[in-house]
């Protein structure tokens, strides 16, 4: 496995920007942007551009494919219960606990990366597995091409948890994941820093019920009521 999908992965310009808090600049007008800014992905070099309210706004409405710019959504989901085949996980050979899946429209394809000291490493997907995943977690299929991404984890026990994310979360995840890694298995400064980011995507996201709700349990009253 390469890092081939590693330069493709331009880290957010937070991580290396000279200018103190609240002068983020818009890299689309140059406006100043906030701390609290968006963001919109360049397509076509996967680049990840802070962005102004405005431009923001400008890439949100869905124009159809072939756009360079697109907005990315602040929508964060969780799917405490997320259906995947364990032989499908296996067969993506990802030797740590998470992955994140998207569609990259510009190469018509769904890409599969996990984080690793060395940054975003790409794995290739099984035959048809994406299809299978989407069909089993019908809830997570409506993601965003190139601005939204599927992260999933897996537990401890092998069952596998799903948030549904904006893709610059992960870009923060593969960030964390190469700051704190150490030795062979990241050590356990990287397993807290993981543990920590998913408890705060936990926190900012709507539960999605991963089986259909169960009807309402009608209590019977029990007693006739004479007549
Ligand atoms: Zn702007
Ligand atoms: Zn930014």
């Excluded at 680049?47 to 923001?56: D, S």
């Excluded at 599969?112 to 989407?134: C, K």
Aim: proline content about 10%.
């Amino acid at each position: 496995m390469t890092a081939t999908g590693l330069r493709r992965f331009r880290e957010p310009p937070e991580s290396g920007r000279a200018g103190g808090p609240g002068e983020t600049r818009c890299e689309l007008c140059g406006e100043v942007a906030g701390d609290d800014h968006d963001h919109v992905v360049n397509t076509e070099t996967r680049a990840l551009l802070c962005a102004c309210r405005p431009c923001h706004l400008l890439f949100t409405r869905d124009e159809g494919t072939g756009r360079r710019y697109r907005a990315v959504p602040r929508r964060y989901l969780y799917a405490p219960s997320f259906r995947l085949n364990p032989a499908d996980w296996e067969e993506l050979q990802i030797p740590v606990r998470t992955a994140f899946f998207f569609r990259n429209s510009a190469a018509d394809r769904v890409v599969a990366f996990y984080p690793s000291p060395a940054g975003a490493t790409e794995s290739l997907l099984p035959l048809g597995a994406w299809e299978r995943v989407l069909a089993a977690n019908p809830e997570l299929a409506d993601a965003q091409p190139d601005v939204e991404a599927l992260l999933v984890d897996r537990r401890p026990d092998g069952t596998f948890a799903c948030h549904l994310v904006p893709i610059d979360a992960c870009y923060e995840l593969v960030g964390l994941v190469r700051l704190h890694w150490k030795g062979f298995d990241g050590g356990r400064e990287a397993r807290e820093a993981v543990d920590g980011f998913f408890a705060s995507l936990r926190e900012r996201s709507r539960t999605i019920p991963p089986e259909p709700p169960e009807p309402p349990e009608s209590p019977e009253p029990g007693g006739d009521d004479g007549g």
